[in-house]
């Protein structure tokens, strides 16, 4: 494959923003200051719009694992690939380990999910060692994530302005590599 089709494409460019603005409202929320009783109205949206990401980045990861990833647009020193590939693998990941990791924190803390009165995902129980664990993973993902992302966007800048490929532009308009 030497392109991104415009599902693909489309997927990226739905999620990028999303997954973004989740990142920031998330690391508002624990470090913003916010105080309590005006935070958990914030949670409850932080969580509902969690649980909608976490249907929509499962469409988004197993298109890419039925597609495969485009080839590079031009010939990349191999550790270049492999980073970019490792880079991808670890978005990727985090699309579905940061949403999987805030619900099984739900499930576990004894309070409902109430996704915008759609539906409501009850607690399993209220069980604080894992609803712990998996805070901690919540936290640590998004760290990963964020620095990985930096890396992701640096690196494409980097191939538009310096290298002046067309890997940026593939990803916006799809289009084939000469
Ligand atoms: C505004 C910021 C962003 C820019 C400029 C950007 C740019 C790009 C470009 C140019 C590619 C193509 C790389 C190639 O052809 O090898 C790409 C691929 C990719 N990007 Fe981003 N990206 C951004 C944000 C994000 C975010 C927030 C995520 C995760 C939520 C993400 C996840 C991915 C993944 C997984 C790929 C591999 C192909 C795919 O599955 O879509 N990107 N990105
Ligand atoms: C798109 C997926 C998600 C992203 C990117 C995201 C991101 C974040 C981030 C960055 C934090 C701050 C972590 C820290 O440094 O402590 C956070 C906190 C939190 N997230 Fe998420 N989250 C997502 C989905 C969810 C889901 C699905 C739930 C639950 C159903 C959830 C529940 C929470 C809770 C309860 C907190 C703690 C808020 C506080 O400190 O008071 N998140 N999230």
Known sequence: ???Y???????????APLF?????FGFYLAYGGAPMPE????IANH?????LLLGFGLWRVGYRIKQGFALPVASLPSW???????????????ILLMPLSGLIM?????????????????AIDKVDTVSGAARMAHKYIAY????????????????????????????LKGLPTP
């Open 1 to 3: 494959m030497t392109t």
């Open 5 to 15: 089709n415009l599902t693909s494409r489309l997927n990226h460019w739905i999620a």
């Open 20 to 24: 973004i603005a989740m990142l920031g």
């Open 39 to 42: 935070k958990l109205p914030m």
């Open 47 to 51: 969580k509902a719009m969690g649980v």
């Open 80 to 94: 270049q690939e492999a980073a970019s590939r490792a880079s991808h693998v670890i978005l990727l990941a985090s």
């Open 106 to 122: 739900a499930l576990f803390s004894g309070f409902p999910t109430d996704v915008f009165g759609l539906f409501t995902i009850p």
């Open 144 to 171: 990963a994530f964020v620095l990985t992302l930096g890396v992701h966007v640096a690196a494409a800048i980097k191939h538009h302005i310096i290298d002046k490929d067309g890997t940026l532009v593939r990803m």
